[in-house]
C-alpha cells in the first residue's frame, strides 16, 4: 500500500532525488521547501517535466515556520527531514540563523510529527561533523593522502560527539533530539550520520557540496582553490546509496527505531580531496586542471571517513556504486547538463 512522504527540503539535491524514486513506485509525496537553494526551482521543473504538474503536492514553506509544518505533517506516514543550513561557513558568519534553522527547524519536524498522532516514521539527515575535529586521534601521512593511525574501518557511531562549529553544534542538537523523541515519545525515529554525499542534481557551491563543486568548476573553467594540502581524505556516498539506506530503514523500522547509523562510502570509497580526486577528474576532462592553493580553513579535517559496518549488519545496506563509476556519473550529467549552471 503506498505511503504518505512528507520531504522537507524535496527540492534540494537528495531530496529531489528522493522524490523522483517515490514517485516512481507510485508513492504520496509533498515536498515541503522554502525554494531559497540554488537549484530548487530547477529541480521542481525536472520533476514535474519527468513526472507530471500534479504528481506531488508541494508546500512552500520554511521549517522554521512551526504552524505551517504540523499541518503540512498531518497526513504523513514517513517524514524525511532534509531541510538544512549546510555550509560551516556560513553557520561561523550567521549563527542565529544557522540554529533557527538546524536545531529549532528539526525541532519543529519532530513536534509536528508527535502532534499528527499518527506517529509517523522520521528519518533525519545528519551528518559526520558531530564528530568533531578529533584532533586527538593519530594519523599518518601518506605519499598522496593522510589516514587514520587506528581506525582501519573509520570512525564507527561509537565515537565520542564533539560538536565542531556552529553547524556541528545545531545538526548535532537535532540529532540527539531525534534519538531522543524516540526514547521519551515512542515516535520510531532514525538518524543517518552522512558524508559526503554526491550525485545528479546537485548544485554544489565552493562552501558545500565540493565534489559537484569541483566537477562543475573544471568543465565550466571556473577558478578552483585547494584549501590545505590537497591530501584531505573524505569518504564519498552517491545518493543513490543513500536513498537506499533511507528505504531500508522504513522497511526495518521496528527493529531500527531509535538507532544512529554512519552512512558514507566506507573506507572502499575513499579519495584524498585533490591528489587524487583531482587526478581521477582530470583523467575524465582529458587535461591538466590549473588550481589556486591557499591555507587551511578552519575546522577542516585532514582525515574523516566513516565505519558503516552497523548500517550493513542491522539494515542490510552497502554502498554499491564504486567512486569512479559515481563520479564519471556526476561528470557526465554535468557535461550534459551545462545550462543549468549558467
Not at 555550509?87 to 542565529?96: G, L
Not at 508527535?114 to 539527515?125: E, H, M, Q, T
Not at 558514507?264 to 580526486?277: D, H, M, P, Q, V
Not at 583523467?283 to 548500517?311: C, F, H, M, S
Request: net charge negative.
Amino acid at each position: 500500500m503506498p505511503k504518505h512522504y512528507l520531504i522537507t527540503g524535496g527540492a534540494g539535491f537528495i531530496g529531489s532525488n528522493y522524490v523522483a524514486r517515490l514517485l516512481a513506485r507510485n508513492e504520496q509525496v509533498t515536498v515541503y521547501d522554502n525554494l531559497s537553494r540554488g537549484g530548487a526551482a530547477k529541480n521542481l521543473a525536472w520533476l514535474r517535466e519527468t513526472f507530471g504538474a500534479r504528481s506531488f503536492e508541494l508546500v512552500v514553506g520554511d521549517v522554521r515556520d512551526a504552524a505551517l509544518l504540523t499541518a503540512a505533517s498531518r497526513e504523513a506516514d514517513v517524514i524525511v527531514h532534509l531541510a538544512s543550513q549546510v555550509a560551516v561557513t556560513t553557520s561561523v558568519q550567521h549563527p542565529r540563523e544557522d540554529f533557527e534553522i538546524n536545531a529549532l527547524g528539526t525541532f519543529n519536524v519532530l513536534e509536528a510529527a508527535r502532534l499528527s498522532g499518527r506517529n509517523p516514521i522520521v528519518l533525519y539527515a545528519s551528518t559526520n561533523k558531530v564528530y568533531g575535529g578529533m584532533e586527538d586521534t593519530p594519523l599518518i601521512e601518506k605519499e598522496t593522502r593522510w589516514d587514520y593511525a587506528a581506525l582501519p574501518e573509520g570512525v564507527p557511531e561509537t565515537q565520542p560527539l564533539d560538536f565542531h562549529s556552529p553547524y556541528g553544534c545545531s545538526k548535532g542538537a537535532g540529532d540527539q533530539y531525534t534519538r531522543d523523541y524516540h526514547r521519551i515519545y515512542g515516535l520510531p525515529t532514525v538518524v543517518f550520520r552522512q558524508g559526503c554525499i554526491y550525485g545528479p542534481r546537485q548544485f554544489g557551491i565552493e562552501d558545500q557540496g565540493w565534489v559537484a563543486w569541483f566537477i562543475i568548476a573544471a568543465v565550466l573553467g571556473r577558478p578552483i582553490t585547494i584549501y590545505g594540502d590537497g591530501k584531505q581524505i573524505r569518504d564519498l556516498c552517491h545518493v543513490d546509496d543513500l536513498l537506499d539506506a533511507y528505504d531500508a530503514a522504513v522497511e526495518r523500522v521496528d527493529r531500527v527505531a531509535g538507532q544512529v547509523y554512519n552512512i558514507g562510502g566506507g573506507k572502499a570509497n575513499t579519495l584524498s580531496i585533490w591528489l587524487e580526486f583531482g587526478a581521477l577528474l582530470e583523467e575524465l576532462l582529458g587535461r591538466e586542471i590549473p588550481v589556486t592553493w591557499d591555507q587551511w580553513r578552519p575546522g577542516d579535517q585532514r582525515v574523516n571517513y566513516a565505519d558503516i559496518r552497523k548500517a550493513a549488519a542491522e539494515l542490510g545496506w552497502q554502498p554499491k556504486i564504486s567512486v569512479r563509476a559515481g563520479v564519471r556519473g556526476l561528470y557526465e550529467w554535468v557535461v550534459e547538463n551545462k545550462e543549468l549552471f549558467k
